[in-house]
């Protein structure tokens, strides 16, 4: 059930209990969708709670240490929870599950859509040619997934023809993300595309309003520019991203000025 069916409930409710009591309030009060917000993020937050308590209580004791506070093992154990999970339609249509790849360690997580076709017959996040341009956007400004960044996605299965997730996909999905992040606790985080920033940010606003501005994600800075397929569609627009990549350096350069040499 998305949000907007929500209030519509909620609203049919209202109307009704004011018939019965002989009260005039035709709509909903304003605080209402705030509510509901409120309450989705805190039930996303007790599943993504949940998941890390389960990853962490399977784990083996002592191996903790050696390996960024086990890190690798908690990524591997959602990769097995993401790979069995049912609980949208996606599921039905997958080759494999993209749970995301990169270092364990990341200054910056880079959060997508959704996997397309060469993604989902790999089970790698942007392996297509909008990730060999999402490669080559991270260079210019000195990031790499094989040394500084971590690769995921909102949903973690393919949208039939590649889509944009429904909002009760991105919903069901959103608490792996909510998981990986607390276990990767990135410095920076650069949402490539509107249903990245929407999603994470859980706002209306896309990225046409909301790109070139350093954004806050739970205190962890927020970059929102344009998705690499979406370049690759509208060239027109890589001028603009360039900008937004470069505001982001300076953000990344504030928060380490020695990230771009190591």
Same mark, same amino acid.
Request: proline share 6%; aromatic share 6%.
């Given at each position: 059930?998305?949000?907007?069916?929500?209030?519509?409930?909620?609203?049919?409710?209202?109307?009704?209990?004011?018939?019965?009591?002989?009260?005039?309030?035709?709509?909903?009060?304003?605080?209402?969708?705030?509510?509901?917000?409120?309450?989705?993020?805190?039930? %996303?937050?007790?599943?993504?709670?949940?998941?890390?308590? %389960?990853?962490?209580?399977?784990?083996?004791?002592?191996?903790?240490?050696?390996?960024?506070?086990?890190?690798? %093992?908690?990524?591997?154990?959602?990769?097995?929870?993401?790979?069995?999970?049912?609980?949208?339609?996606?599921?039905?249509?997958?080759?494999?599950?993209?749970?995301?790849?990169?270092?364990?360690?990341?200054?910056?997580?880079?959060?997508? %859509?959704?996997?397309?076709?060469?993604?989902?017959?790999?089970?790698?996040?942007?392996?297509?040619?909008?990730?060999?341009?999402?490669?080559?956007?991270?260079?210019?400004?000195?990031?790499?997934?094989?040394?500084?960044?971590?690769?995921?996605?909102?949903?973690?299965?393919?949208?039939?023809?590649?889509?944009?997730?429904?909002?009760?996909?991105?919903?069901?999905?959103?608490?792996?993300?909510?998981?990986?992040?607390?276990?990767?606790?990135?410095?920076?985080?650069?949402?490539?595309?509107?249903?990245?920033?929407? @999603?994470?940010?859980?706002?209306?606003?896309?990225?046409?309003?909301?790109?070139?501005?350093?954004?806050?994600?739970?205190?962890?800075?927020?970059?929102?520019?344009?998705?690499?397929?979406?370049?690759?569609?509208?060239?027109? @627009?890589?001028?603009?991203?360039?900008?937004?990549?470069?505001?982001?350096?300076?953000?990344?350069?504030?928060?380490?000025?020695?990230?771009?040499?190591?």
């Amino acid at each position: 059930m998305t949000r907007n069916d929500k209030l519509k409930i909620y609203d049919l409710l209202k109307k009704s209990s004011d018939c019965i009591y002989g009260f005039s309030s035709p709509t909903f009060p304003k605080e209402t969708p705030n509510l509901i917000d409120d309450m989705e993020t805190k039930a %996303e937050a007790s599943l993504a709670d949940s998941l890390l308590e %389960e990853i962490s209580s399977s784990g083996k004791g002592g191996q903790a240490g050696a390996d960024f506070d086990g890190k690798r %093992e908690k990524l591997d154990r959602l990769a097995k929870k993401i790979a069995a999970c049912k609980r949208c339609r996606l599921c039905e249509g997958r080759t494999n599950t993209v749970p995301g790849m990169g270092v364990e360690n990341p200054f910056v997580l880079v959060v997508g %859509e959704g996997p397309g076709e060469q993604e989902d017959l790999s089970g790698l996040p942007f392996v297509g040619p909008a990730g060999q341009l999402l490669d080559k956007m991270l260079a210019a400004i000195s990031l790499s997934r094989t040394t500084n960044c971590y690769i995921a996605n909102i949903v973690k299965c393919r949208p039939p023809k590649n889509r944009i997730p429904l909002p009760e996909e991105a919903d069901a999905c959103i608490s792996f993300l909510q998981a990986q992040i607390a276990v990767l606790k990135p410095k920076a985080i650069l949402a490539a595309g509107s249903t990245a920033v929407k @999603n994470l940010l859980r706002t209306s606003n896309g990225v046409i309003k909301l790109h070139g501005q350093i954004l806050d994600f739970n205190g962890i800075p927020l970059m929102a520019t344009y998705h690499p397929s979406a370049l690759l569609h509208d060239p027109r @627009n890589k001028r603009t991203a360039w900008e937004d990549l470069k505001i982001f350096r300076e953000k990344l350069r504030q928060l380490n000025p020695e990230y771009e040499k190591q």
